[in-house]
């Protein structure tokens, strides 16, 4: 069962664009929701996190939309750089050691 | 300074193999977890170890136990090692449980021939 949907697989922005990924959850017990940046070659790191009590968090040029309701989230990157190109992991987490549930990732390619 | 690292960063062995790889953070965090990473990039939780208290995730083998010497290091052993094994392995820490910043190292390439 995968507890975390991720779409598009791939996308591809012209430079100056706004790249949007988007997410899904299953489990209602989940209450901390991270994006993760993965260049090839490094592990994952943090962009930006969310907690279901707000809405919006932005971050320069990073957002996330949640929506509770929907049990969705989403990740706009506004003014999208080719250096912006890579893998973007969405994931869910929960209070205790169960880890981070992520989705399977979208690679990223913003052409110049 | 690396937070988190990891040793090697690339394994290459036989099927049959007994193999560790290394992990250590510099954060002072009281959690570590070991991530598996496969071909097609999926990211999946192995173990999570807090104050000594390890959570196993029901789908991991038992030929792969993680062994923690102190609060900073969370190694990770492997036994019998099959092809399937091949994947990049995630070592990461947390502050607490709380679904907090996952701090991850950079990863080690296993590949089993």
């Known amino acids: 069962q995968q507890q975390v949907k991720q779409s598009p697989q791939s996308l591809i922005v012209q430079k100056g664009g706004i790249s949007i990924i988007n997410c899904a959850y299953e489990n209602t017990a989940f209450d901390y929701f991270p994006w993760y940046q993965q260049f090839p070659g490094k592990g994952p790191a943090l962009l930006i996190a969310?907690?279901?009590?707000?809405s919006e968090k932005k971050e320069g040029r990073f957002t996330i939309s949640f929506n509770k309701s929907a049990k969705q989230f989403s990740l706009h990157i506004m003014d999208s750089q080719p250096g912006d190109s890579a893998t973007y992991f969405c994931a869910a987490g929960k209070r205790g050691a169960d880890g981070l549930t992520f989705g399977k990732g979208t690679h990223l390619i913003i052409q110049p | 300074d690396t937070a988190v690292s990891q040793t090697p960063k690339y394994l290459v062995t036989q099927m049959g193999n007994d193999k560790s790889i290394k992990c250590e953070q510099n954060?002072?965090?009281?959690?570590m977890y070991w991530y598996k990473q496969d071909s097609k990039k999926f990211l999946k939780i192995m173990f999570s170890y807090n104050n000594k208290e390890l959570i196993i995730n029901e789908t991991v083998p038992n030929r792969f136990s993680p062994k923690s010497p102190d609060k900073a290091h969370l190694n990770l052993h492997i036994n019998s090692l099959e092809l399937g094994d091949s994947a990049v392995y995630f070592c990461?820490?947390?502050?607490?449980?709380?679904?907090?910043?996952?701090?991850f190292g950079p990863g080690t390439r296993l590949t089993v021939l």
């Open positions: 954060l002072g965090h009281d959690t």
């Open positions: 969310i907690r279901p009590d707000v």
């Open positions: 990461a820490s947390s502050q607490s449980l709380a679904g907090v910043e996952q701090f």
